[in-house]
């Protein structure tokens, strides 16, 4: 067996030392060295290491992955469809927000089918039990509660389970480093050892992992590119809902979108999130425009308020929940020059009802609709649906999966829609009057004569 040693690479340069110091020796950087395990290759491999095997890629035979499903359908439209052998996913999110409760449900319905086996580095198998019982979980999951890395490796061996949890990256260190659980070293080769182990085996991992108070996963950056899927798990912790997106699937779709409703027995999918955000007041008040978003595969309705008043100090303020907030500064600038609505003097807040986040274009006419209809103090009808980009010049862009977000919104009892003039559906749409504008000018117009 190789020999390994432990040694320190800095981050800028990639210059190595033995030994940990507070400046790099080659590019005299402070504070970028980091512990790593250099394995001293046998001989007879150094030898063999440059003879490969080139091949054609048509003479490779592409079959389709099979899927395992998890028996949560939100987290398999996540996942691309389930599980895939082999696979390593990585699930982050806020303390508390359930991260480790929809891997139990999840591991509880799998169960039943293949073997399965819950690591866990941070609770005791008499805290798990007490989740379990909570939940109602039914399944006899075998737990191991260990955070040495070489004691799972050996566990995983032994057991030789088909999908795995480590709860979490976090907590789990190599004997073979000094460095404390949680460092850059320890999670970089813990997080490659799994990998590399779930790729010889065939089975599936799946790590949980902590997050920054900036939203984003904690430890090294390489952690997100060592595995094949990176799912975010979102929500208010004061709101039962939660949102969980795909931002990286090697098997799948990216920025699918999963929505969860959490109970007292755990989490539960909801079918129809644009319901969850459509819950309206049944007067009609100014401010208030509903866009047919895309969130991956699924059109999802939301409802987009904003609020003007006259400024008070001498920079007016610009505010955003849900959106970005520098295209809401370019859409304000539009407005002006395209559309004669000055709003230099006042203060904008804008918000996506329902906690949910939407970064696509196709929000930018229900944001200029509900920013007019707030200051001219003028509602827009509740059975409007709205969904176009709006361009520097003032045109109206057209959006992609345009004849599905129509749909959708018919099917949610929406009976106007106004949307970019190269989106118009070729056929009627049963139920709905379909509007199409090819700029700005024509998109407020048709506002005033509603």
């Known amino acids: 067996m190789a020999k390994t040693t432990s040694t320190y690479v800095c981050t800028q340069c990639g210059g190595q030392t033995s030994k940990w110091q507070g400046q790099c020796p080659h590019c005299l950087a402070w504070n970028t060295l980091s512990e790593s395990i250099q394995e001293a290759k046998p001989r007879r491999f150094q030898a063999l290491a440059a003879s490969g095997e080139v091949v054609r890629l048509s003479a490779v035979q592409a ?3 099979p899927r395992l499903a998890t028996g949560l359908p939100e987290f398999d439209r ?5 599980l895939v052998g082999g696979g390593v996913v990585l699930l982050g999110g806020d303390p508390g927000i359930g991260k480790s409760t ?6 509880a319905e799998i169960s039943a089918r293949v073997k399965t086996l819950y690591v866990s580095g941070e609770e005791s198998a008499a805290q798990i039990a007490l989740r379990g019982n909570r939940l109602g979980l039914k399944a006899d999951l075998p737990l191991l509660t260990e955070i040495r890395l070489e004691a799972i490796q050996a566990t995983l061996k032994a057991e030789q389970p088909q999908v795995a949890v480590i709860d979490s990256i976090q907590t789990v260190y190599s004997e073979q480093l000094q460095s404390a659980p949680g460092s850059v070293a320890q999670v970089r080769e813990c997080a490659q050892e799994l990998t590399r182990y779930a790729k010889q085996a065939g089975i599936t991992i799946l790590l949980v992992g902590h997050v920054t108070k900036e939203g984003t996963l904690a430890g090294p950056r390489v952690l997100e590119h060592i595995v094949d899927t990176v799912l975010y798990f979102e929500g208010d912790t004061g709101s039962s809902f939660r949102l969980i997106r795909a931002f990286k699937n090697r098997y799948g779709a990216v920025n699918e979108l999963g929505v969860f409703a959490m109970t007292d027995k755990g989490l ?17 008040a100014p401010g208030s425009c509903v866009v047919v978003a895309q969130e991956g595969t699924r059109p999802l309705l939301v409802e987009i308020q904003a609020l003007l008043d006259s400024a008070h100090g001498g920079n007016p303020r610009r505010l955003t929940v849900g959106l970005d907030g520098n295209r809401l500064a370019m859409l304000l600038a539009v407005l002006h020059r395209h559309g004669g ?8 807040f804008v918000n996506a009802v329902g906690g949910v986040k939407i970064t696509e274009p196709a929000a930018d006419l229900a944001v200029a609709l509900a920013v007019v209809s707030s200051l001219r103090s003028k509602p827009i009808p509740h059975k409007l649906a709205v969904f176009g980009e709006i361009g520097l010049a003032g045109e109206i862009r057209p959006v992609q999966r345009g004849q599905e977000r129509l749909k959708e919104a018919a099917k949610l009892g929406f009976s106007l829609a106004l949307c970019p003039r190269a989106n118009l559906p070729k056929g009627k749409i049963a139920g709905m009057e379909v509007k ?6 024509e998109a407020l117009e048709y506002f005033r004569g509603l």
């Open 102 to 107: 929809l891997l139990l449900q999840a591991l």
């Open 63 to 65: 079959q389709e992955t």
């Open 341 to 348: 609505i000055p709003c230099y003097d006042q203060d904008v």
């Open 436 to 441: 199409g504008v090819a700029s700005l000018a």
């Open 78 to 82: 996540v996942l691309g469809g389930g």
């Open 268 to 284: 539960k999918g909801v079918a129809n999130p644009s319901a969850l955000f459509l819950n309206r007041d049944e007067r009609e």
